[in-house]
């Protein structure tokens, strides 16, 4: 099975919280450092928060499970 999973890659991100006003579910948190942080449980896999981030910080992965 493939699994697409968003992450956050903190060392590009700027903390402008765009992705954050843009996530339709609100599974985007912050962390105590301010970086945000994708809620897997609570994620559509919609991709629009990989669509508004202005550094690439947001990517997916795709992970095999069996
Ligand atoms: S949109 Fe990108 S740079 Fe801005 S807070 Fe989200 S991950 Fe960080
Ligand atoms: S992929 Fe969509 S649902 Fe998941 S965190 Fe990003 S904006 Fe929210």
């Known amino acids: 099975m493939l699994l697409k999973r968003y992450v956050v890659l903190a ?9 954050l006003a843009v996530c339709p579910v609100g599974a985007i948190e912050l962390s105590e450092a301010g970086i945000p942080e994708i809620q897997i449980a609570k994620c559509r896999r919609c991709g629009a928060c990989k669509k508004i981030c202005s550094q690439q910080a947001i990517i997916n992965r795709v992970k095999l499970r069996f």
């Open 11 to 19: 060392e590009r991100c700027t903390a402008c919280q765009r992705c």
